[in-house]
């Protein structure tokens, strides 16, 4: 991901690089080069303030482990406990689905900058193999998710002795 990032960032810089020295040369295909530079600029924004790219980890997370529990919290500020979805799997991966709906505003043009988050999420995590799936407890306040799992002790294997003969 950080390779695609970063190649997209040096091609914006050098098609910027580029089309500026085009541009300079008072070239006839000046002001076409200037709508091409315009448009993948716009392209390269675009992608950039995508929410599901922006928000690849939400909701934010905080895990808090000791021997006997493990406890999850989620921020999940201003989603209704309606459009959330807790389920876990036969293979202790825990995942949390919603929505998130916005406000129905009108798109104006003095909107100068939009991060918070709208839209479908998912976000995984996966717990160890020691954990009791039975007493898993929830509770959900003030935009906060908190999910306790408890632990369970692994049964260690007891050694046999085998009789050499």
Do not use: C, W
Not at 56 to 70: C, G, H, L, T, W
Not at 94 to 99: A, I, N, R, S, V
Not at 109 to 128: C, N, T
Request: glycine share 2%; hydrophobic share 40%; proline share 4%.
């Amino acid at each position: 991901m950080k390779k695609y990032l970063s190649a997209i960032t040096l091609a914006s810089l050098l098609t910027a690089v580029v089309s500026a020295d085009v541009i300079d040369a008072k070239s006839p295909y000046s002001t076409e080069f200037a709508k091409i530079n315009q448009y993948f600029n716009t392209l390269v924004n675009e992608h950039f303030t995508n929410a599901k790219l922006n928000n690849f980890n939400y909701p934010r997370m905080d895990v808090q482990e000791s021997a006997k529990k493990i406890t999850l919290k989620f921020d999940l500020a201003g989603v209704p406990k309606k459009d959330i979805k807790l389920s876990i799997d036969a293979n202790n991966l825990l995942t949390l689905q919603g929505k998130k709906s916005s406000a129905k505003d009108k798109k104006t043009k003095d909107v100068v900058k939009k991060e918070i988050f709208y839209g479908s999420f998912e976000r995984a995590v996966q717990l160890p193999e020691n954990i009791e799936q039975d007493k898993l407890t929830t509770s959900y306040k003030n935009g906060i998710l908190t999910v306790v799992v408890p632990r369970k002790e692994i049964q260690k294997p007891k050694a046999k002795v085998i009789p050499i003969q």
